[in-house]
């Protein structure tokens, strides 16, 4: 699988490099305060939101490194006068980097990586791996689990890769806060997994594939081999969004967006606190055939 480039090694393979930091935004505006973006003559990590804005910085960064000037600030207005409607106005500090700061830079972002939600995606079938194909790209850690090496073998996105024989145990062993997709190829190890979730009680999101029938059997199922768990908390189905394609991809795009709205939410309390300290410078089928198309998960 493809490794994506780390901060650390981006600055390890750039000489110079100047730091582009947003120190104030008023109004509207791509990203907010404390973003932070790394521009090489031959390179970039990062970005402040794209568009005009990050042209602009871009440019100015690399003249800095052409002209040797250690550090500068912008003001930069979000409106006609750059091409953008934004309607806000964005001050950044931009700064050539010294050791310390790569230093600190990398702790930070380190730092920011281990606060990410975890997602886990317990079974690895058509739908999981492409789920994991799209977190692979989000700001979460995603952990794909399944008992078959052999499907797990067919993954190949940047994300961790766990053959669990017992995944129970990698469910009481999640960070709190954490997102579970339970979707294996067997109906009663979903019920186990999901009840398992349930039970624990800090979840940020517990999503079952499945039909509404799939949910009321599992709503009994709790209440007779649970001790009355609620189900109030649980998704199913998941990635109901209208769609009545059932392709994988479609559905795991419909998921990972429901997924990742719960997990950033303004009142997720999974969601991880980003630091604004600046640098010093629808409905799926089952095996049971409540929809009709059944796939393979």
């Known amino acids: 699988m493809a490794r994506r480039l780390s901060l650390q090694d981006f600055l390890a393979s750039h000489k110079h490099v100047v730091q582009v930091a947003l120190t104030r935004v008023r109004g509207s505006s791509p990203r907010e305060t404390g973003t932070c973006m790394f521009v090489a003559a031959e390179g970039l990590w990062g970005t402040i939101g794209g568009g005009q804005l990050e042209y602009i910085a871009i440019d100015h960064a690399r003249r800095m490194l052409k002209q040797d000037v250690i550090s500068d600030t912008l003001d930069v207005p979000l409106g006609p006068e750059i091409g953008q409607c934004c309607g806000g106005r964005v001050e950044m500090s931009l700064a050539q980097m010294r050791q310390a700061d790569c230093e600190d830079a990398i702790a930070r972002q380190q730092a920011e990586e281990q606060a990410l939600p975890h997602v886990y995606v317990m079974g690895a079938g058509h739908v999981g791996r492409a789920l994991a194909d799209l977190f692979q790209h989000m700001p979460v850690r995603c952990i794909l689990i399944d008992q ?37 190829h067997d109906h009663a190890l979903d019920f186990l997994l999901a009840s398992a979730v349930l039970q624990r009680g800090d979840a940020g999101y517990v999503g079952l594939i499945g039909s509404a029938t799939k949910r009321e059997k599992f709503r009994r199922w709790c209440r007779d081999h649970c001790d009355g768990l609620g189900t109030d908390r649980l998704i199913c189905p998941i990635g109901a969004g209208g769609s009545r394609d059932k392709r994988p991809s479609v559905i795991a795009a419909f998921v990972a967006a429901e997924v990742i709205a719960d997990l950033t939410s303004e009142t997720a309390a999974s969601a991880p606190a ?5 640098p010093d410078t629808g409905k799926q089928p089952d095996a ?8 393979s998960r």
């Open 148 to 184: 078959r090496a052999e499907e797990l073998a067919l993954c190949h996105a940047d994300v961790e890769i766990r053959q669990s024989a017992i995944p129970e145990i990698d469910i009481a062993t999640a960070p709190a806060g954490s997102a579970f997709v339970v979707l294996t």
């Open 274 to 278: 980003r630091g604004t300290d600046l």
């Open 288 to 295: 049971e055939g409540d929809t009709a198309g059944a796939i």
